[in-house]
Nanobody
Framework: QVQLVESGGGLVQAGGSLRLSCAASGRTFSSYAMGWFRQAPGKERDFVATISTTGETTRYADSVKGRFTISRDNAKNTVVLQMNSLKPEDTAVYYC???????????????WGQGTQVTVSS
């Protein structure tokens, strides 16, 4: 069992930045690929970014490529999503999740956090 807790969300103006963190419990964090997803009101949960167990492989949704960066610190059981040049369309609840490989597919992730709200004003 892995428990995930996201933090760092909030309200920011367009063009601003936010840094989301996801803290994981347990000693098996380094064995999981990690992903970030987001869900806007009335929409499906969408892939944002993923990172492999060692951090060597990362993948991003086209909508965030060049603006968001995913990283991890296995010693601290933490994965971070640095979000720059935020746009109103980035407004959503952001979730972190675990997977066995760095996948873009929601159904391949098993453990999920409860999410953190990100609101970008225009």
């Amino acid at each position: 069992q892995v428990q995930l807790v996201e933090s760092g969300g909030g309200l920011v103006q367009a063009g601003g930045s936010l840094r989301l963190s996801c803290a994981a419990s347990g000693r098996t964090f380094s064995s999981y690929a990690m992903g970030w997803f987001r869900q806007a009101p009335g929409k499906e949960r969408d892939f944002v970014a993923t990172i492999s167990t060692t951090g060597e492989t990362t993948r991003y949704a086209d909508s965030v490529k060049g603006r968001f960066t995913i990283s991890r610190d296995n010693a601290k059981n933490t994965v971070v999503l640095q979000m720059n040049s935020l746009k109103p369309e980035d407004t959503a609840v952001y979730y972190c999740a675990t997977a066995t490989y760095p996948s873009t597919l929601t159904r391949t992730y098993n453990y999920w956090g409860q999410g953190t709200q990100v609101t970008v004003s225009s």
